[in-house]
């Protein structure tokens, strides 16, 4: 089993909608989250940080639950640009970040 | 402020030769991490300095990788002799010390894309 799932997708909606993913965590010590986003051949861009009382910014809402180790992010009223990969992040120990695999999002008009 | 540069952006080598990466850190981060994705797996964590110390270097693939970061700024990572199997993107990350307020988040370079032929 991997340490971050995530589904690949893809996913593919309409401008204006509101998409979500999730991302499961086996390893329950884990501390700190985070969503990145990563366009094609781009590096990954941290999007946001995932504080366990939920965030939000814009639009764009994280939230995390620890009991089910899983955590997510919600997209309101999307953009074309906000098409891209998302990867889930987890700091695994005091430095290393394990990613998941990505979800692909495709925005259309 | 500038962010994580790295050189070359784009390098191809033949199996058996030597390959030097370059990474810069941001400005004031004592912390750089080195990570890779090849084809079609996720990116997966290399090594982590605390400014010119390795903190943890688990994820290195064997001894023919070599990362220092002399003088605790910028880093190399040296594949010798590079493998087919070595290709990918290696991308350069670094975070601010949490002793001087920063947080975990850590912030990425464009990457350099190795193809070893």
């Known amino acids: 089993r991997k340490e971050v799932e995530q589904d690949p997708g893809p996913f593919n909606v309409p401008e204006g909608a509101t998409v979500a993913f999730n991302c499961t965590y086996s390893?329950?010590?884990?501390?700190?989250f985070f969503w990145y986003r990563q366009d094609c051949r781009k590096e990954p861009k941290l999007l946001m940080s995932?504080?366990?009382s939920g965030n939000e910014d814009g639009r764009f809402t994280a939230q995390l639950n620890r009991a089910s180790q899983y955590i997510s992010l919600l997209i309101r009223d999307s953009k074309l640009s906000d098409s891209a990969t998302y990867l889930c992040?987890?700091?695994?120990?005091?430095?290393?970040?394990?990613f998941g695999s990505g979800t692909r999002l495709s925005i259309r008009p | 402020e500038a962010g994580v540069t790295q050189f070359p952006s784009h390098s191809v080598i033949e199996k058996g030769q030597t390959v030097t990466l370059r990474c810069d850190p941001i400005?004031?981060?004592?912390?750089l991490y080195w990570y890779r994705r090849v084809m079609g797996k996720e990116i997966k964590f290399l090594l982590h300095?605390?400014?010119?110390?390795?903190?943890?270097e688990s994820g290195m693939p064997n001894n023919r990788f070599l990362a220092e970061r002399t003088g605790g700024t910028y880093s190399t990572l040296k594949v010798q002799p590079a493998e087919l199997e070595d290709s990918g993107v290696y991308f350069c990350?670094?975070?601010?010390?949490?002793?001087?307020?920063?947080?975990?988040?850590?912030?990425f370079g464009p990457g350099t894309r190795l193809t070893v032929t």
């Open positions: 400005s004031g981060h004592d912390n």
């Open positions: 300095f605390v400014k010119e110390s390795k903190q943890d």
């Open positions: 390893n329950s010590a884990s501390q700190s």
């Open positions: 995932v504080y366990s």
């Open positions: 990350a670094s975070s601010q010390s949490r002793l001087a307020g920063g947080t975990y988040e850590q912030y």
């Open positions: 992040a987890v700091l695994s120990s005091a430095s290393k970040i394990i």
